[in-house]
């Protein structure tokens, strides 16, 4: 604190600011500046990419753990993969169920290649059960010792069957179905 005479008045006044006129830069200690840990990951969908690279920071007690739930929702995928460029894929990246991060922890500054499987659609299930039960029902429609109405109008006569063979044909139609479930998919099923 200052105090200064006048010599008009002979008042005293008192200033707060000191003999240099510069602002206090008062720096507040509760502020601490630290880097977060991050990973760059390099995203590959059913391993063909990379379709994105970004930067994703670690988080957790030990800030060491991926944040898989937000790369999950962010990119539509069902699950995560971790991936090697001349292998392939490899073993799912797991996560707590709670809190979306990887049980694994990851070092700073690494560069990680994951393998995403993206949601199936729901029209897809829909269409094939759909589907199915269409074959199904025109399956048993021609095996009917008497036929409908409709079928008689498309003049498709095939005969009777017994009814075991239709039973027949629904075990071969599910079967089928079930190994050539990868074959559907590279058909595009």
Not at 89 to 108: A, E, Q
Not at 129 to 150: E, N, Q, R, S
Request: aromatic letters at 8%.
């Amino acid at each position: 604190m200052e105090i200064e005479n006048t010599k008009e008045t002979g008042e005293i006044e008192a200033s707060t600011q000191g003999p240099i006129d510069e602002p206090k830069s008062d720096p507040n200690p509760r502020t601490v500046k630290t880097k977060v840990p991050e990973v760059e990951i390099r995203l590959y969908r059913r391993g063909k990419g990379p379709i994105d690279v970004f930067q994703s920071r670690l988080g957790g007690w030990e800030q060491d753990q991926l944040e898989v739930r937000e790369i999950l929702e962010k990119y539509g995928f069902k699950s995560i993969y971790a991936f090697n460029t001349q292998s392939g894929r490899g073993v799912p990246i797991r996560f707590h169920p709670r809190n979306g991060r990887s049980i694994l922890g990851y070092k700073d500054g690494s560069v990680i290649h994951v393998d995403g499987e993206p949601k199936d659609s729901l029209i897809k299930p829909i269409t094939k059960i759909l589907v199915g039960i269409a074959l199904i029902t025109l399956l048993i429609a021609l095996v009917m010792k008497d036929t409908p109405a409709w079928i008689k109008k498309l003049n498709i006569s095939v005969g009777d069957f017994p009814p075991w063979v239709l039973a027949c044909v629904v075990i071969v139609f599910t079967r089928m179905r079930k190994r050539t479930k990868d074959l559907l998919k590279k058909v595009g099923w």
